[in-house]
């Protein structure tokens, strides 16, 4: 018989026998006779047994917090006194949208929580509230988002001090429901190509709205299939022209339409609209197609700040270019994308705690004659949850960072600041989103059977968290706009300018990290070297910059041939992981300042595992990639797989407490499987047991 | 300024020039003017202009087709023609599951399809209905599964002639709608340990039924909650001794129990059921819970084919141990495998299919003064989705394979056969039931805000779709028993005994294999090699041998101190790679046999290709294993990746006919975003316009 040749210290009857009677076992669902198992025991049973780390949930809870918490807390508690308000595991269509009405009424005007004012005030604030109202009910953040960021945001950021003073209370105090029509039938993603037209009638001095054919009707615009009053129309401005081709087109710009009568709700003249109907998710939110035909608006509805129309037809505006007016236009949009990527991290924490808590709980299989385990004990079930749990840690810090800046930039409007928060809006909104998405799937299966009992909540949470992908920018384009941005910053560094406050590693260190890789260091493997956040950020920061440098070169090839657009097509896919190889460095640049900023010594350390195993995921993720370059050798691949799994398992330790830490109370996370008492009675009971 | 060492043929200013003006472009989102563009433009846009293949997508298709593709289309053009029985978009529970009790009475009293006698007479034309019914509406899929293959099966497989008399033709004429109640609250995927008892009472000749505790409430039982007469209820069967211990287990049986009155249809005496409730998907099949309060059921109700009592309460069984009479009793369950991996890949090619078509019909952005391109033209769009319709090609032949060995199964009982057909069900069933559930979040996701319009059906599929993973066998659960399988042949391999058929490439290779990989071979990269079938073969079978064989030795070392549970466990991660590595070759190879095997030879070029696309991209996802070992060198590690996104993009050019080759007609793929003429304006009309 030839033997392997890796087969050492084995012989043929080691090998055949244990093997043989687990392959027995496994195959015929034997169950043990109960008898109890000690903790040792058990611990041995998944991986060596270590010491486990000791966490205060509560101190680390305590660092967790976002300073709005007590805000939080008055949304929970509020409708958790109110069974009324709460949205029913069934419930259809149209009645999830009053109910969702009635909920945002309730809200503003009996809970006195009034976001408006936070909205530009205390962005942080704002986001805290959209937060916590999303885990009630996530159409109703939507719902809300729709009324304050987006038509509120609109008024407030594209318009000036008339179109405040006219319309700000009407918003705030919900008398003023309103749309944000932006996207066509025919155009998303690429705004520009809305045609939509507002044209200036300078005789009754009036714009006048048309839809020009069925590829313009807006679509899927919120809050206008029943409840909005106003909408925000993007179209482009028509001013008349005295030469011969009539018209002339200024370019994409926001005007305030009034849609529905303040008093009778009926549908004014000339606009028809009709109810995009059932989606996959919000249904709670009432979407709406809108048809414009020479609908007249008074000159003033033009949202002014950045280009004006006079009432002899003339037009001005501090910026010099259609392209400038737009950026700065869709530039005060960037506030959607920091609530996303924030509500996206919340969404995931409720997921998170829903699938650790019932994986401790569940018990399936175990060793011949001791009790089952829990599944959370299995290396698989580690493996799908314990890097999802540490990347929910890493996007909390991530994303507070975020909401600071954006907080910042809001008060400073320091350009650098700007450039970098909507740079890192748009990375943070399409990574987070989509590693939530997908998150939302692997929580549903990791709980089998009971995962998908809608009232445990992952249906829904799913259902409504997809379009999070998409909305306030396709994750595809935004991810492209990151590379973008950081092709424009190679650039600059090339060029002697300064680099974006974010990414100045790249200003730093693209000469170390672009010289060959140390063929010492590439061997090294010790669980210290590992662990040490500077091989780990230098790792991260090595990818990015190599992707960075050799996308740089190929466009630059490809371009001769092909042109701009089809060499960045023929390099998208590489422009796309050079965009989250980067946003992952971010992330992790992030976690471990945030590691490192911690008090006290217990949670630090919890913390630190933490951000070892998502790093040390990450670089396993893209092994190929490191290999490749011979960033690391073979033993050292070996190694970093052995102690991200070994990491997962340490992390499993302390899974309750890391879970804990999220301060998610059972009335937020409902789910009767997660519940932190007898969750299986509680199942039961809610069936009618 | 030192320049990056990999920056060659390359200055500066070549390098600043094209990409920041494509940098300001793209973040601008400029639109360009429109003008017609050619063929071939569009073409180098996207990637090197070659020759596109010419395919007929009528010749390929009558290659696909399976053999009852005329009984399917009798569903089709039953369902279509009856608007009343058609599921509207959206819908109540309540009213869904009455919905489906009516679809399927209608189905096989008003259309006269009978499947009852096809799943053991011709189980492929059973499988046939099955894809076509649940492409109707999944959950008239699952219905029809639990009442034919689950409760009409266990009465067949399990029951003997008396069982048979009895119930078949109330099966069959739907007269008796039933259910099969295995699962319970704490117990799903092991089986073995439930606790519903079954006590035989020699006084009466009767067993009596008991739920012992909470946790063994029969949970999630389709059929219960509202329409079930019978139940094939699985408990341990317990004789009674004249010795102290008063009973003995006998093991799990399965008995059939009568659960509502045939005539009042009220719930008979000692039961309790109860609704599961709403759930993530699936809501047309009634799941409901039942507990057993002393039920009484005649003796002749134990479903005694594997083992029997006798009047005087004495057990016999032709086969020797609990264990053996339980694997008996589960193997003839596997049928349910089959057709879930089978109905995945339709539900596949649903989903594939609008996604494609609605990609070629979307345009969005442009090169300048252009019009826009088709979202597929796009690499990105082609990365989600040219791999995933060679995938679903690379399932559709694989689950015919499966379908036809388990036909032929059900006709030899060779024992060989049986074998092989438990394990690839149980793979297959994994695999492609996983791979199926991302894919439609993809497909969602690669749709934007349309996708997610509930009309064109990603969220439905999903969310029906996903519990595929979780029922007949947890997925993780399921790839356990193929590594499981896998090591048994192993052993075997040195104990000179016999190999499966589908996996004799162990046997014919595992030394080859096994020795260092070629330094030569590693470097080879002309695309003639990396499109060679054994190039492939080899590549995938070589990772599965390595696994194998490393993870044979792990088990044998960590047994020693874990003992098997523990080692099992510690080597988790690596048995599950192993498992779907495992399965990848198989698949592979039967793509490679039916490419081969095909008779015209435009539709046998444009297979080839689809099925290189499924090979290369295979390996580059898992290139860092390949990197590792020095299978690959890293220059053939490159032209990998460059063939398969090359490869992509060939596919894109055929990708209308490759989906046209599915043969779906709209009225049965039904996104309106998705339909073969005017797709835009039948979306409007839908809402309204």
Known sequence: ???????????????????????????????????QLGDLQLRTLTCAARTKLNVDAKSLSFFMRGKHRDIQEKVFYFFNARPELQTPVEISKDDHRELCMRQLLALVREAGVRPFKYVTDEPSKYFAILEAVGSVDMSLGIKMGVQYSLWGGSVLNLGTKKHKVKYYDGIDNMEYPGCFAMTELHHG????????????????????????????????????????????VFAKLMLPTHDTKGVSDMGVHAFVVPIRDLKTHQTLPGIEIHDCGHKVGLNGVDNGALRFRSVRI?????????????????YTSSLPTINKRFAATLGELVGGRVGLAYSSVGVLKIAATIAIRYSLLRQQ?????????????????????????????????????????????????????????????????????????????????????????????????????????TFEGDNTVLLQQVAADLLKQYKEKFQGGTLAVTWNYLRESMNTY?????????????????????????????????????????????T?????????????????TLAESHIESVILAKFIESVKSCPDASSRAALKLVCDLYALDRIWKDIGTYRNVDYVAPNKAKAIHKLAEY???????????????????????????????????????????
């Open 1 to 35: 018989m030839d033997t392997p040749d890796l087969n050492r210290n084995w012989t043929e009857d080691e090998e055949n026998q244990p093997i043989g009677r687990r392959i027995q076992r496994l195959s015929l669902h034997l169950t043990p006779v109960p008898r």
């Open 189 to 232: 993603s690429n705004v520009q190509g809305l045609q939509t037209v507002a044209t200036f009638d300078p005789i009754t001095d009036e714009f006048v709205i048309d839809t020009p054919n069925d590829g313009a009707i807006k679509w899927w615009i919120g809050n206008a299939a029943v409840h909005g009053k106003f909408a925000t």
């Open 298 to 314: 008074p000159r003033d509805n033009l949202l002014n700040r950045f280009g004006d129309v006079s009432r002899d037809g003339k």
């Open 365 to 469: 299989f175990g060793p011949p004659k001791q009790p089952e385990v829990s599944i959370l004990d299995y290396q698989s079930q580690q493996h799908k949850l314990m890097p999802m749990l540490a990347s929910t840690y890493a996007f909390h810090f991530a994303t507070l960072h975020l909401v600071e800046i954006y907080s910042e930039m809001k008060k400073s409007h320091d350009e650098q600041l700007v450039g970098d928060v909507h740079a890192l809006s748009a990375g943070l909104k399409a990574y987070v989103t989509s590693y939530t998405a997908k998150s939302l799937s692997i929580c549903r299966e990791a709980c089998g059977g009971h995962g998908y009992a809608a009232v445990n909540r992952f249906g829904s949470l799913r259902n409504d968290h997809d379009i999070f992908q």
């Open 514 to 558: 672009l010289s060959q890789p140390n063929p010492v260091t590439a061997r090294w493997e010790s669980e210290d070297h590992l662990r040490d956040p500077k091989f780990q950020l230098d790792a991260f920061r090595y990818r990015t910059s190599r992707l960075l440098q050799s996308v740089a070169v190929r466009l630059n090839k490809h």
């Open 560 to 576: 001769k041939t092909l042109g701009n657009f089809g060499a960045w097509n023929r390099c998208l896919n590489h422009l796309l």
């Open 647 to 689: 990491l997962s398992f340490q992390v499993r330790n302390i899974a309750g407490e890391l879970i804990d830490a999220f301060d998610l109370p059972d009335h937020v996370t409902r789910a009767p499987i997660a519940m932190q008492s007898d969750a299986y009675s509680q199942y039961t009971q809610y069936v009618g047991f």
